[in-house]
């Protein structure tokens, strides 16, 4: 006994296997995590060494350098990406994307605690990156008088209260200055005391110490033994006496900390600052746990801080700058959304073809069934609702119906011959079975290459890939099983034939003598048809050249990065007065509903307080009269009449998609000579912009950094008995803010940090005028054992698979072609870049060239891989090709679609192209499917048995593919946030399905006739 008769004869199973499928996978959908892409684990590993004072070229030398050559061992190193900056250097590992990254973590661990640093270089910190693991959500703190007080209320109280809400992974103030004992030395009465500051250094290290002293017994007791070294509080450290000067021993008098320094609870120095609505603020970054719901932890994120707001000090308030989150959410209601509305349009379609109420409500049935029985699939595989998974059940609605629509139209066309409800529903079901495991099998064979895609794209589509897969399964499995079962229920309690039921009948009869009218004319001319339909193809692949492709489409998010720079050397405060007309700006537009000021980046040496960072909030896309892009130009007009400020602009559109810059254009020159790479890395910039064929354009490269250069009297030194490393003790404690020795603070560990008073060194005169210590234990003024003079430097040296690189990024012009742009750069590239250089894209502009050769790949083996199981299913290798010819149509239909709209081809394009690729084949496989059996049963010649066939099959191949434009219009209808990555593929659907349905309906007959020749020696002429 099949499924088929068991479940007609066991309709309990059916229900019970159909109710299971419903309940259980609802509870499992409703315990789903959300997020806005698929939680990949990127195997990147960064590493951060900071060497404070030292400039990048000394960095590269004796740190990136020994560094990179002991990880070249590591296994799997897909990309090698080094920076030294001022003071620190950094190295980015990207490994082979099926690299497992705890291992690989472990592996650079191991490699770089065999390293033996200088002495002032500080302990590497090595951590896994992951662009899904970027903060969700952007909250600021503002309102207070004094900032060392918010920081420092912040870090004790709030981010504690944070940290152990559900599902948060990180909650942390970043970038800002962090808190520190302050001993500011005052250099007047160091020299009046005789003393130089490595003096003051040497006394606090040596009386400011705590260690343990063991233990002892004593009696029948053992006492633990600590020695209470460290000074306890402030007043303990400035009363803390400065024992000895250059070494040797102070008898005359009493000199302590607090006679030449004042020490303070203060902050490190600040190299950052941060305004919202002009008042100073703080950023706090909250980041979840992998597979979590981003959109929940964003609420809870809020209800928090919204109940602590009577336990803020006075004045203090927090708002949410960057909620991520928001446009997750409104992308997945909109798709759930979608998903019904096609799920309602589908079944109202059925209904319009079939007549009949129950009929309509037994394929309604099929849905709930395939979607929520999916979502078993999507929880026990680790998946989360993101926009792949979200995409692949909105696309099935309109495949898993197909199965269902094929079984019930032909088991109502055998009870409307006369037979008994359970006789029409096994008869019925059992005749097209074949033809509905063949299309869902080929359906699949589509789908899952693109399982097996390569690169962080690959993993996205890994997901897709399972869960279209998945559907399309349970589908299959639901039609053979419970749409029987409920056909021979409702057909038992069926009513006799409706007026609507009848007039449908005498509608789709004269239709099918119309459609057998013309297939007869159509077979007769049968070279003629084919040659014409593939030349009709051939021509419609021109429209390659002109739709534009890209990465993906621009989509408006409701936010938009804002990122601006001062000339290079330009101060922390002239950078912040900078800051004040583009503030303006901003704050007096009205499409602005928030925005967040940040001045500076990152904190310590290595901050280019240059730099501003205005992550710019826009209000609710439906509230404004412009999308994201307007503005965007509106902005770049006002922005240019801002003197002596660059600003650029990017969407978030790629963001989570890639591993690098998320601008439409980014690449890296490499070579050996930094001027050379700075010289072709601005040609190529001025090239982009003369040709108008991008905006924004910058790079990573700078020059013109002020720098004050210290060089050595060597002679002079030797003369006066003056150590070089004597000399930069001095400058590190007294001009660098050296960090030495530890502090216990309300139970936290904070540095000490040693400097000159900064109203104390203002020129080049007063530098001139510190002490350094000789052999002999006098004092030295430092003119006369240095030259200082003023130069210009470089900010930092980037090098890419230990190649010196200049990266180049920025946007689009508007109505560009993302391939096109990346075309001309490659051809001016090759004929510029002398021998010896090369250039590397990066980003989404890698994104891009990486996932349409992996998807272009998966299509193609997809396709072979439907025509090995359709060979098998029809145990042929002839009627396979009958089959595909329904595929070239479809792209023909899909790339006219693009066309019409102005629509690209980008990665959502290409989804909707898979999803096609998978449907058009499924009505050439009914009609070849029948046609077959007609053949075999009735022993009818090629022609008369398409000529019968055929219009047999013409309403269900109707039914399903109306059934599929109507499922995906609803992508095409309607804005709302996501609309430009569902709007590819509803054109791609409709378009490619409707060209395909019309053309398969007479090319596939032609060909099947022209390729029956070739088949006269298989198994029909064997009576075995």
């Not at 200055?177 to 040497?202: A, C, F, M, P």
């Not at 099947?1008 to 075995?1024: G, N, P, T, V």
Request: proline share 4%; aromatic share 8%; hydrophobic share 45%.
């Amino acid at each position: 006994m099949n499924f088929i008769d068991l479940s007609i004869r066991r309709p309990v199973f059916a229900w019970v296997l159909m109710f299971s499928l419903i309940v259980f996978g609802a509870i499992c959908a409703n315990r789903l995590g959300v997020s806005q892409m698929p939680d990949v684990n990127f195997p990147i590993v960064s590493i951060s060494i900071p060497y404070p004072g030292a400039a990048p070229e000394l960095i590269e030398s004796e740190i990136l350098d020994f560094v990179e050559e002991r990880l070249l061992s590591i296994e799997g190193i897909k990309e090698m990406k080094s920076s030294a900056q001022q003071g620190s250097g950094s190295i980015r590992l990207e490994f082979d994307i099926n690299r497992n990254v705890d291992v690989v973590l472990q592996e650079v661990q191991t490699a770089i605690s065999r390293l033996r640093f200088p002495t002032a270089v500080e302990p590497p910190t090595i951590r896994k990156q992951n662009p899904e693991e970027d903060p969700i959500l952007i909250v600021s703190i503002y309102g207070g008088k004094d900032f060392k007080e918010m920081t420092s209320w912040i870090d004790n109280f709030l981010l504690n209260q944070l940290q152990f809400l559900p599902g948060i992974g990180e909650v942390s103030i970043a970038g800002f200055s962090e808190r520190n004992l302050r001993i500011w030395i005052d250099k007047s009465k160091l020299e009046n005391s005789y003393l130089t500051v490595q003096d003051i250094v040497d006394a606090l290290s040596s009386e400011h110490i705590e260690s343990t002293a063991g233990q002892f017994t004593q009696d029948k007791r053992e006492l633990r033994v600590r020695w209470l070294g460290e000074a306890m509080d402030l007043e303990s450290i400035r009363n803390l006496r400065i024992l000895k000067r250059g070494g040797q021993r102070i008898y005359e008098s009493a000199i302590r900390i607090k006679d030449v320094a004042v020490v303070e609870d203060g902050l490190s120095d600040i190299r950052r600052l941060a305004r919202v609505d002009g008042k100073p603020a703080v950023g706090i970054m909250i980041k979840k746990q992998r597979g979590t719901n981003e959109v929940d932890i964003s609420k809870a994120v809020m209800k928090k801080l919204d109940s602590l707001k009577d336990r803020f000090p006075e004045g203090y308030q927090h708002r949410a700058i960057v909620d991520f989150t928001k446009s997750t959410e409104s992308t997945v209601h909109l798709t759930i959304e979608k998903l019904i509305v096609a799920a309602i349009v589908t079944i109202f379609i059925c209904f319009l073809f079939l007549g009949s109420i129950p009929s309509a409500i037994n394929i309604l049935f099929s849905i709930p069934t395939s979607i929520l029985g999916t979502g078993l699939i999507i929880y026990f595989s680790g998946f989360t609702l993101n926009l792949f998974t979200l995409l692949a059940l909105t696309l099935a609605i309109s495949i898993v119906v197909d199965d269902a629509i094929m079984l019930l139209e032909n088991i109502v066309r055998h009870y409307r011959m006369g037979k008994k409800p359970k006789r029409a529903a096994s008869d019925g079901a059992k005749e097209v079975l074949p033809a509905a495991i063949a299309a869902t099998l080929a359906v699949i064979a589509v789908f899952l290459p693109v399982v097996f895609m390569d690169g962080i794209i690959g993993k996205f589509f890994f997901q897709f890939g399972i869960t279209l897969s998945a559907a399309v399964s349970l589908s299959l499995l639901e039609a053979v099983t419970i749409t029987p079962m409920r056909a021979a229920a409702f057909l038992s309690a069926e009513p006799k034939e409706s007026k609507f039921e009848k007039k449908l009948e005498h509608i789709f009869e004269r239709a099918g003598h119309v459609y057998q009218r013309l297939l007869h004319t159509t077979l007769q001319y049968k070279y003629i048809v084919v040659t014409l339909s593939l030349m009709f193809f051939a021509g419609s692949l021109w429209l390659t050249r002109t739709v534009k492709k890209e990465f993906v489409p621009s989509q408006d998010q409701n936010i938009i990065i804002v990122q601006a720079q001062t000339p290079p050397g330009t101060s922390l405060e002239s950078t912040n007065e900078a800051s004040t007309p583009l503030e303006k700006i901003l704050r007096n537009d009205p499409a602005v509903e928030g925005f967040y000021m940040s001045i500076g980046s990152g904190g310590g040496g290595v901050s280019q307080v240059n730099q501003m960072f205005i992550p710019v909030a826009l209000k609710p896309l439906e509230t404004r009269k412009e999308n994201h892009q307007q503005i965007m130009e509106r902005w770049r007009k006002s922005f240019k009449e801002l003197k002596g400020l660059r600003v650029t602009m990017r969407d978030i559109s790629s963001r989570n998609l890639t591993a690098g810059r998320t601008n439409p254009i980014a690449l890296n020159l490499l070579g050996p000579s930094l001027e050379i790479l700075d010289k072709k890395s601005k040609e190529l910039i001025q090239f982009l912009e003369g040709k108008k064929l991008a905006v924004e354009l910058d790079s990573d490269y700078r020059t013109g950094i002020p720098e004050l250069l210290i060089e050595p009297d060597r002679t002079a030194m030797a003369l006066r008995g003056v150590s070089v490393s004597a000399v930069g003790q001095i400058l590190s404690a007294g001009i660098g803010g050296l960090a030495q020795g530890r502090y216990t603070a309300d139970g936290r560990r904070i540095d000490i940090r040693f400097k000159i008073r900064e109203d104390q060194i203002k020129s080049i005169h007063d530098l001139q005028k510190l002490f350094v210590r000789n052999l002999a234990g006098n004092l030295i003024p430092l003119s006369e054992v240095v030259k200082i003079s003023e130069g210009t430097a470089i900010q930092g040296i980037t090098r890419i698979n230990r190649q010196r690189a200049i990266g180049v990024f920025g946007n689009l012009a508007p109505n560009q072609s993302q391939s096109e742009v990346l075309n001309e750069i490659d051809k001016y590239l090759k004929k510029e870049l002398p021998v010896g250089y090369a250039y590397s894209l990066e980003g989404s502009s890698a994104g891009f060239a990486e996932s349409f050769k992996s998807l272009i790949s998966a299509l193609l083996i997809g396709i072979l891989v439907a025509y090995l199981i359709l060979a098998v299913q029809f145990n042929s290798f002839i009627h396979p090709i009958s089959v595909l010819m329904a595929l070239p149509f479809s792209l023909t239909g899909a790339l006219i679609a693009l066309s019409l709209f102005n629509t690209s081809l980008n990665l959502f394009s290409f989804i909707g192209l898979i999803v096609l690729m998978g449907i058009a084949k499924k009505n050439s496989i009914l009609l070849v499917e029948f046609a077959n059996q007609v053949r075999d049963h009735d022993k009818l010649d090629v022609k008369e048995a398409l000529l019968k066939a055929c219009p047999v099959r013409l309403r269900p191949i109707l039914m399903t593919s109306v059934a599929t434009v109507a499922a995906a219009f609803p992508l095409i209808i309607g804005g709302g946030m996501g609309a430009e990555t569902r709007t590819p593929m509803g054109l791609v659907i409709i378009g490619g399905t409707i060209v395909s349905t019309i053309l398969t309906l007479f090319v596939v007959p032609a060909m099947y006739m022209i390729l029956a020749k070739l088949e006269r020696k298989d198994h029909r002429e064997l009576s075995i």
